[in-house]
Nanobody, 126 residues
Framework: QVQLVESGGGLVQAGGSLRLSCAGS????????TGWFRQAPGKERDFVAA????????AYPDSVKGRFTISRDNAKNMVYLQMNALKPEDTAVYYC???????????????????WGQGTQVTVSS
């Protein structure tokens, strides 16, 4: 089992940057693919970024491609989401997630994931 804790959210002006962190505990996060999702009030949980266990493969939706970068430091059991050129529509609660089983792959759908953090709020003002 993996426990996940997000941090790094906050209030930023449009055009600014934030770096979110996802800390893993329990089973080592370094063995798991990891994803970031976001959910705005009244909306579904949307895919933001995903990375395989080694960091060699990533995926992004078009809405964040070129602005967001997912990375990981397996020695520290951490996954990061660097967010640049933020827009007001990026405002949401951001969650990191890990699938039920360790192993390779990059997963983009919420139901691919079993373990979720509590979320961190990101607010982008115009």
């Amino acid at each position: 089992q993996v426990q996940l804790v997000e941090s790094g959210g906050g209030l930023v002006q449009a055009g600014g940057s934030l770096r979110l962190s996802c800390a893993g505990s329990g089973s080592t996060l370094s063995r798991y693919a990891t994803g970031w999702f976001r959910q705005a009030p009244g909306k579904e949980r949307d895919f933001v970024a995903a990375i395989n266990w080694s960091g060699s493969s990533t995926a992004y939706p078009d809405s964040v491609k070129g602005r967001f970068t997912i990375s990981r430091d397996n020695a520290k059991n951490m996954v990061y989401l660097q967010m640049n050129a933020l827009k007001p529509e990026d405002t949401a609660v951001y969650y990191c997630a890990a699938p039920k089983s360790s192993g390779d792959g990059v997963f983009t759908r919420p139901y691919d994931y079993e373990y979720w953090g509590q979320g961190t709020q990101v607010t982008v003002s115009s």
